[in-house]
């Protein structure tokens, strides 16, 4: 039997990352900009089809592991994949989103997103998102393998997992200048 790590919910959240219990860190002023900007794109592609979210919850079990949750910056699940859930699984589902967005934090490790990463590949999501608000960069990985990066000048993000999704990464990280 498969055994359920629990943790209790925190402000920030917490995370089980490597075998340990992570908080979350308190988002900056760039994080949480980038955060809103990518929140509001899947947002708007989501209508109609599934729901985007920030920092929900989901209880992830890739297979022959333990089951914990995972905080995602941003994720959107796909109506098909919540209609079969209810009550406390549709507040924090048992399966896994489609996309994944994390905004690194200067504090975060990257033995701790490597991680992530893997747990979010094996548990099937079809879409991860690794942005870099110092680098100005999102890292791609897709479900397919294909693994690639586009930077801050770029404008569209169009990923083979999802061929109408068209992520303006350059208005994206226009959300962060300070307009005076």
């Given amino acids: 039997m498969v055994r359920e790590i629990v943790l209790p919910e925190t402000e920030p959240e917490t995370e089980w990352i490597l075998g340990r219990a992570v908080q979350k860190v ?15 794109a899947l947002d708007r592609w989501a209508a109609g089809r599934g729901e985007a979210g920030v920092e929900w919850r989901f209880r992830a079990s890739p297979p ?18 919540l209609r079969p859930l209810h009550g406390a699984d549709r507040e924090v589902p048992p399966v896994a989103p489609e996309i994944v967005v994390e905004v690194l934090s200067p504090d975060d490790r990257k033995k701790r997103v490597d991680e992530k990463i893997r747990v979010y590949r094996a548990w ?57």
């Fill in 64 to 81: 022959g592991e333990e089951i914990r949750p995972l905080v995602p910056d941003v994720a959107y699940i796909s109506y098909d994949r």
């Fill in 26 to 40: 308190s988002p900056t002023r760039t994080h949480s900009r980038l955060q809103s900007a990518f929140l509001i």
């Fill in 124 to 180: 099937g999501v079809d879409l991860i998102l690794i942005v870099d608000p110092i680098e100005r960069k999102v890292d791609v990985y897709e479900r397919s393998g294909a693994v690639w990066s586009c930077d801050a000048n770029e404008d569209a993000l169009s990923p083979q997992s999802f061929p109408d999704l068209h992520l303006s990464v350059r208005d994206i990280f226009a959300k962060t200048q300070i307009r005076v």
